[in-house]
Every structure is written in structure tokens, then in C-alpha cells.
């Protein structure tokens, strides 16, 4: 059974930087493509980046603007996502994705002075 547990959210001032990770288990971790996912209040989910099961190429949304790395530990089974230069338009819960069908609960982000 996919299980994803996601930690490091908080609340940051803008500028400010956090590091997301997500554990998992029940899986073949590293043969699995896995995705950051964020939630805003009113909006639909949407991808925020992803990484191939090796990790040898990642995608990102047009709004990331060079602010975030994912990255993953296959030995460790878990995936992070650095974030830099936060905005208050970051805020949300991020959690993330197995082979774009599996989500953990998620972790809150809140960017706010």
C-alpha cells in the first residue's frame, strides 16, 4: 500500500526559504516518477514539479521561475523540494504524488510578513 508522509512546511516571511520532504513506503519507491502537487484555497490542485524515477530529469511549472530544485534519495525513499524566494501567492498545502495517482496528505506552507 502507497503510503507518503510529508513534513518541513511552516509559516515563512517573503524571501524566506523552506525544505519540503515526503517519506514513502509500500513501494518500489525508485521506479516510481514522483511529483509535488500544491493546493490553494478556491483553486484546483496543481503540479509543481517532477522528477523522473532515476532522477535524471525534472519538470516545473511556469510560476516556479527557477525558485525550487526537487530532488529525491532513492536509497532513503524520499523525495524533497527545496523552496527559495518564497511569495505570499506560494502559500498553500503541498503534498506529494506517486506516479501522478497516489497523494499524501500534504504539509501547509504559509508565506505571510
Known amino acids: 500500500q502507497v503510503q507518503l508522509v510529508e513534513s518541513g512546511g511552516g509559516v515563512v516571511q517573503p524571501g524566506g526559504s523552506l525544505r519540503l520532504s515526503c517519506a514513502a513506503s509500500?513501494?518500489?519507491?525508485?521506479?516510481?516518477?514522483m511529483s509535488w502537487y500544491r493546493q490553494q484555497p478556491g483553486k484546483e490542485r496543481e503540479l509543481v514539479a517532477a522528477i523522473t524515477s532515476s532522477g535524471s530529469s525534472t519538470k516545473y511549472a511556469d510560476f516556479v521561475e527557477g525558485r525550487f530544485t526537487i530532488s529525491r534519495d532513492n536509497a532513503g525513499n524520499t523525495l524533497y523540494l527545496q523552496m527559495n524566494s518564497l511569495r505570499p501567492q506560494d502559500t498553500g498545502v503541498y503534498s506529494c504524488?506517486?506516479?501522478?495517482?497516489?497523494w499524501g496528505p500534504g504539509t501547509q506552507v504559509t508565506v505571510s510578513s
Open positions: 509500500g513501494f518500489a519507491f525508485s521506479t516510481y516518477i
Open positions: 504524488c506517486a506516479n501522478f495517482d497516489h
